[in-house]
Nanobody, 123 residues
């Protein structure tokens, strides 16, 4: 089972920023769609952003993060980033990256998942 590793989570005040990273030592991420998902306590997992493979690199976002979050990839570093600005308490969740063949915000379309990184937005 290929591994994905997320990093960059932490505690941030409302209005602050964090950048999450997703990388893999076994998968070449530019061949795949990479999605970011989050799950808050007691809530369903939510797809928040995805970027298609490097032939296209089209992006998609859930409405609640549009204008605040930006997904990007650095193929040289085999890393996909999620830049999160103007964070709100409701963004508090465990954030996961995943890879799959199709650009989608549905977790059902993804084959491999990371272990997650905690993001807490609190004053």
């Amino acid at each position: 089972q290929p591994q994905l590793v997320e990093s960059g989570g932490g505690l941030v005040r409302p209005g602050g920023s964090l950048t999450l990273s997703c990388t893999s030592s076994e998968l070449t991420l530019n061949y795949y769609t990479v999605g970011w998902f989050r799950q808050a306590p007691g809530k369903e997992r939510e797809g928040i952003s995805c970027i298609s493979d490097s032939e296209d690199s089209s992006t998609d976002y859930v409405d609640s993060v549009k204008g605040r979050f930006t997904i990007s990839r650095d193929n040289a570093k085999n890393t996909v980033y999620l830049q999160m600005n103007n964070l709100k308490p409701e963004d508090t969740a465990v954030y996961y990256c995943a890879v799959g063949p199709w650009a989608s915000l549905s977790g059902d379309e993804y084959d491999y998942w990371g272990q997650g990184t905690q993001v807490t937005v609190s004053s």
